[in-house]
């Protein structure tokens, strides 16, 4: 079957987890029917009980774009990125599976790439990548990029993940390659993106990169600070320990 055929017959189902995003999501919904025009996919939005309009938003999008098309599944309260993407994935009707944030510095325009290195492959997952030639970060300042730089070679040289960045989470699944990762990991919040594709990478699935420039957000705030840093080294030692 050529890659065409194929890329008709795949439904993608694209989690969007979000939390005070009011200002984002109706830019990134719009830039991802733009990119995507000819694929079949969906849009899941799981908002953690944002008190800043941001459900509303979302309504307003489904009278735009469809109920099939997006989907509201909310949840009362934060309750964090791993269980996120679980939640999502329950009403996930796609047999791919892409993870990405809501505060544009995960450009949709890497979509078509994603879909394209994965039917040119056949890979399990594809990740995109600020660390090879192609692929960077805009709007951080030195401490941050160094900060970043430095957890991630930290983490390849204790673990040997085999993918060069091990902390980003712009990223497709194969549907049930994902149900099976998830299934197997422990942590939460950001360090649950690191341990995912540790765990793949331990189970053998086959792996593709794409570079991408990661963006820092446009509206809102940055929800990483040093208690974040505290859990990600927390969990390179557990993954150190157990995998």
């Given amino acids: 079957m050529d890659g065409q055929h194929q890329k008709q017959k795949n439904k993608y189902s694209i989690i969007v987890p979000t939390y005070n995003e009011r200002l984002n999501i109706g830019l990134i919904v719009y830039l991802i029917f733009k990119h995507l025009r000819e694929a079949d996919f969906e849009i899941i939005i799981v908002d953690d009980g944002s008190p800043d309009g941001t459900q509303d938003v979302v309504k307003q999008l489904q009278q735009v774009y469809g109920e099939d098309r997006i ?19 329950k009403h996930a009707s ?28 056949g890979a399990d997952i594809v990740t995109g990548t600020r660390y090879v030639k192609g692929g960077g970060v805009h709007g951080w300042n030195l401490m941050r990029k160094l900060t970043s730089r430095g957890a991630n070679v930290l983490a390849q040289t204790l673990l040997w ?17 994902l149900e099976d990762i998830i299934s197997c990991c ?10 995912m594709i540790v765990r793949a990478s331990r ?41």
């Fill in 161 to 177: 993940p085999a993918v060069s960045d091990l902390t980003g989470s712009f990223r497709l699944y194969r549907k049930s390659v």
């Fill in 186 to 195: 422990v942590s939460k919040g950001y360090v649950f993106q690191m341990e």
């Fill in 94 to 121: 796609g047999n791919f599976v892409v993870i990405m944030d809501a505060d544009l510095s995960h450009h949709p325009k890497y979509l078509p790439a994603f879909i394209s290195k994965q039917l040119k492959t």
């Fill in 71 to 89: 989907l509201l599944r909310a949840r009362p309260r934060k309750l964090g990125l791993g269980t996120a993407y679980i939640h999502g994935m």
């Fill in 203 to 243: 189970k053998g699935y086959h792996i593709e990169e794409v570079p991408i420039t990661f963006v820092d957000r446009v509206y809102g705030s940055s929800k990483l600070g040093g208690s974040e840093i505290v859990e990600y080294l927390k969990g390179l030692a557990y993954l150190l320990v157990t995998t």
